[in-house]
C-alpha cells in the first residue's frame, strides 16, 4: 500500500505511489496522501479496454470504495487518458 518512499509527482503538488496488479499494466492502483486511491484497468474485460480506453474505480486504502450518489457510486469506463488523470487529481485532492 502507500510508502512515502515511492512517491511520484502527479502535478507540482499532489504526490502518489504506484502498484501494478497485473502485468503489463493492464490493472494499476494509485495511492495519494489523503488515504485514497484509483484502480485503473485497461483490458478485454474492463469498461473500453478493447477500445484501448480505460475503467477507473475509487479506492479507499486498498479497498474500493463506492459512494451512495455521485460518480464514484459504480466505476466508470471508457476513459481516455486523460480524463483518468484528471479524475486521479480529483481524487487526490478529496
Do not use: Q
Amino acid at each position: 500500500m502507500y510508502d512515502p518512499n515511492d512517491l511520484k509527482e502527479l502535478t507540482s503538488e499532489i504526490m502518489y505511489t504506484e502498484r501494478v496488479i497485473r502485468k503489463p499494466n493492464k490493472v494499476v492502483r494509485y495511492y495519494f496522501e489523503n488515504g485514497y486511491g484509483a484502480s485503473v484497468a485497461c483490458h478485454e474485460g474492463s469498461y473500453g479496454g478493447p477500445d484501448g480506453l480505460y475503467e477507473m474505480a475509487l479506492l479507499k486504502g486498498d479497498n474500493l470504495h463506492y459512494e451512495e450518489s455521485g460518480i464514484w457510486s459504480d466505476v466508470i469506463g471508457y476513459l481516455t487518458f486523460a480524463e483518468v488523470w484528471a479524475y486521479m487529481k480529483e481524487i487526490a485532492e478529496y
